[in-house]
């Protein structure tokens, strides 16, 4: 969800008032996942290197998922939406974790579509987390080496319980990954656009969507052997 900052420079306004803006294209995409069936949509909300803004922006980030969770949850509930969290998330504030813990907890039992945040979330970070737990777990003969693999990996990554990505959108004209679930995306496609964050619609997610439908995903293969 790149290009809040920019959106709100091109007029004149502080950055803040362009991550409030923000919060209403989270809820336009979150409402149009659900409305298309989609089983996960994950959200890269904050990361790891966001740490390093400026102690007001990151303040203001804080503030306004507190907010957008208390408002939203009806949103959830009425879209029949899973809220989950991946990252390092003992980092953040108190209050936001309080508040993320009662959403989560409030809507565990929906399951048209799973909303994953991704806060406080650095993928190096979670690849460092899984070889530590593993590594503990053959010193310990839990696991031997030799049996480590693919599917041991996803089994101790935050997302252990989600699908690979099929589709990665990022705004803002920015071609880069980011840090961003980067075992999880090595079969995704990539989808970028130049429109700002808070310019980004529920038209724009569909278009997303009908560009990725008319993609051959060939996973290696030849495109005879798909067909
Ligand atoms: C990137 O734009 C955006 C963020 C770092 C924060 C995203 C947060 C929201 C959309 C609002 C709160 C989220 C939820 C889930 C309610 P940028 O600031 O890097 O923009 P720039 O690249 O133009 O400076």
Redesign the pocket.
Known sequence: ?????????QKGLI?AV???N??K??RQTVEAAAELGIENLT?????TE?WN?PKL?VDT?MR??VS??KK?IKTLHDNNIKLKAIGNLETLPKKVLKELREVIESTKNNNRTTLT?ALSYGSRAEILNVVKEISVKVKNNIISAENIDESIINEHLYTRNLPDVDLLIRT?G?QRISNFLLWQIAYAELFFTKV???DFTKQHFCDAIIEYQNRERRFGKTSEQIS
């Open positions: 969800m790149d290009g809040n900052g920019r959106w709100a420079k950055r362009g991550h409030e923000g919060t294209s989270v959200l890269y909300a904050f990361s966001n803004r922006e980030l306004l998922l957008s969770l939203e945040l803002s920015e700002l964050w808070p």
